[in-house]
């Protein structure tokens, strides 16, 4: 049993890793990608150590370790905006 559930991960694990699309859940790597997804709401830099976001514009944007994500998700994956904005 456990060989088939590996079975089904692996191959989606991979596929993540190798495209290169997010390099953390719910996370892209590029502003571009994460366009893509968030058609009808904007694109923010999530900056995974300090749990925080920021709007295009911000001093921090872009900058740290993180990634692009939709405003709205932000929330799910349970980052706050950051109060310089």
């Not at 994460?34 to 009808?40: F, I, L, P, Y």
Request: glycine share 12%; aromatic share 10%.
């Amino acid at each position: 049993m456990r060989i088939r559930y590996f079975g089904v991960i692996a191959p989606l694990l991979a596929a993540g890793l190798v495209a290169g699309t997010a390099h953390a859940a719910g996370l892209y790597s590029t502003e571009d990608q994460a366009r893509q997804v968030c058609t009808n709401d904007a694109v923010v830099w999530v900056d995974i150590n300090r749990n925080r976001y920021y709007h295009v514009g911000a001093e921090k944007y872009g900058k740290g370790d993180g990634g692009y994500t939709c405003e709205k998700a932000t929330h799910s994956l349970g980052y706050s905006a950051a109060k310089e904005q």
